[in-house]
């Protein structure tokens, strides 16, 4: 019996040498499973005398617990290999160049547009939107441009219908915000206009402006000019000024075309503001009495002041932009360069 229980004790170390995990689950069973060897000797022992049994079950007792300790020792050496394995396998190097994800921006026109959208709300105003296709009466008749009226023909009109027609400028958003709202009235809104323009550099049949309305009691002339150069300001710099030259507009009076200094030059003359030193922005003015009845608002009680400035003349001059055709192509070289 003696001889046995070394013997398998000496099978088992002689076994266990080199095994991997699956194998020394199969050398558990095949020593302390159910029919293992370790087991056999103990159905063994019921054969021998109550003495010996007594000492060869101690003995025997012995092994099977040698036998599961080095088991569970090995089992726990070979996991914590494996982990150490497995994590040096799976470690990512932190130091590699990433992927690079291909980020769009915001086309040049609509950062413009959220930029002048920005300044006029530090300055208290609200931001308003018109439908790009409206009714004659919005777009000309309750802007004092009676049918037949010369003023017509300045601006070629796209008709959809009789009497329907694709806005020609931002205007009419002052006759919605008047029905809309009572005085005091501080608008502005940006928004799309088209026009039958022949395209050249400066002339695109679609095109931008941003509208702004003021009404109140006691607004004058001095209210419309602080409101255009502090925009001015805030736009193109400090240095930059707002000149007003008289003009007609059939729903100001008086009415006034706006032009800055010229950036490029500074006002002494270039190319681009054709030797003037001033760049055209648009036009302004008080708003006409006629306009202001023709909404119910009493022109002896409240006055208004409105202007209408290109969004693509902003843009060309603040980045530089030679050709308004350059927003409308979207060639990528040109947008790319606008990446806030
Ligand atoms: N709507 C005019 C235009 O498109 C500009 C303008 C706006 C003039 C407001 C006076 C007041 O030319």
Redesign the pocket.
């Given at each position: 019996m003696k001889d046995k229980i070394e013997q398998i004790k000496m099978e088992f170390e002689e076994k266990i040498k080199g095994k991997s995990l699956k194998e020394i689950k199969e050398l558990e069973t095949y020593f302390i499973g159910r029919k293992g060897k370790v087991t056999e000797l103990f159905k063994m022992l019921k054969t021998l005398p109550k003495m010996q049994r007594r000492e060869f079950g101690a003995e025997i007792n012995e092994l099977k617990q040698f036998i599961e300790k080095n088991i569970s020792e090995q089992v726990a050496t070979l996991e914590r290999k494996e982990k150490i394995r497995k994590l040096k396998e799976e470690s990512i190097d932190v130091t590699l160049p990433g992927i690079k994800l291909h980020t769009g921006n915001l086309h040049i026109l609509s950062q413009t547009i959220l930029e002048v959208e920005k300044i006029f709300l530090s300055m208290g105003f609200d931001v308003m939107v018109g439908p790009e296709i409206e009714k004659d009466y919005y777009n000309f008749e309750a802007?004092n441009i009676p049918e037949f009226h010369p003023a017509r023909d300045?601006?070629d009109t796209f008709y959809l219908a009789k009497k329907i027609l694709l806005r020609?400028?931002?205007?009419p958003i002052?006759i919605h915000a008047m029905e809309k709202y009572k005085p005091p009235i501080r608008i502005i809104a940006v928004g799309r206009?088209y026009r039958r323009d022949a395209v050249d550099s400066s002339h695109f049949p679609i095109f931008h402006?941003v509208?702004?309305?003021v009404v109140d009691r006691k607004v004058t002339f001095a209210n419309l000019k602080g409101t255009l150069a502090e925009f001015t300001r805030e736009m193109f710099g400090k240095d930059v000024k707002v000149r007003f030259t008289p003009?007609y507009?059939p729903?100001?009076e008086p009415?006034?075309e706006t032009s800055i200094t010229c950036v490029l030059c500074g006002g002494k003359g270039c190319p681009v503001c054709k030797y003037t030193g001033w760049l055209e922005m648009?036009?302004?003015?008080m708003?006409h009495p006629n306009v202001l009845r023709g909404v119910g608002i009493d022109p002896e009680v409240y006055q208004g002041?409105?202007?209408?400035?290109?969004i693509e003349r902003i843009a060309m001059i603040k980045y530089r932009i030679p050709d308004i055709r350059m927003f409308y192509q979207n060639d990528l070289r040109f947008l790319k360069q606008f990446k806030g």
């Amino acid at each position: 019996m003696k001889d046995k229980i070394e013997q398998i004790k000496m099978e088992f170390e002689e076994k266990i040498k080199g095994k991997s995990l699956k194998e020394i689950k199969e050398l558990e069973t095949y020593f302390i499973g159910r029919k293992g060897k370790v087991t056999e000797l103990f159905k063994m022992l019921k054969t021998l005398p109550k003495m010996q049994r007594r000492e060869f079950g101690a003995e025997i007792n012995e092994l099977k617990q040698f036998i599961e300790k080095n088991i569970s020792e090995q089992v726990a050496t070979l996991e914590r290999k494996e982990k150490i394995r497995k994590l040096k396998e799976e470690s990512i190097d932190v130091t590699l160049p990433g992927i690079k994800l291909h980020t769009g921006n915001l086309h040049i026109l609509s950062q413009t547009i959220l930029e002048v959208e920005k300044i006029f709300l530090s300055m208290g105003f609200d931001v308003m939107v018109g439908p790009e296709i409206e009714k004659d009466y919005y777009n000309f008749e309750a802007l004092n441009i009676p049918e037949f009226h010369p003023a017509r023909d300045m601006q070629d009109t796209f008709y959809l219908a009789k009497k329907i027609l694709l806005r020609t400028q931002t205007s009419p958003i002052q006759i919605h915000a008047m029905e809309k709202y009572k005085p005091p009235i501080r608008i502005i809104a940006v928004g799309r206009c088209y026009r039958r323009d022949a395209v050249d550099s400066s002339h695109f049949p679609i095109f931008h402006q941003v509208e702004g309305l003021v009404v109140d009691r006691k607004v004058t002339f001095a209210n419309l000019k602080g409101t255009l150069a502090e925009f001015t300001r805030e736009m193109f710099g400090k240095d930059v000024k707002v000149r007003f030259t008289p003009s007609y507009f059939p729903f100001v009076e008086p009415g006034a075309e706006t032009s800055i200094t010229c950036v490029l030059c500074g006002g002494k003359g270039c190319p681009v503001c054709k030797y003037t030193g001033w760049l055209e922005m648009g036009g302004s003015g008080m708003v006409h009495p006629n306009v202001l009845r023709g909404v119910g608002i009493d022109p002896e009680v409240y006055q208004g002041f409105a202007f209408g400035w290109g969004i693509e003349r902003i843009a060309m001059i603040k980045y530089r932009i030679p050709d308004i055709r350059m927003f409308y192509q979207n060639d990528l070289r040109f947008l790319k360069q606008f990446k806030g």
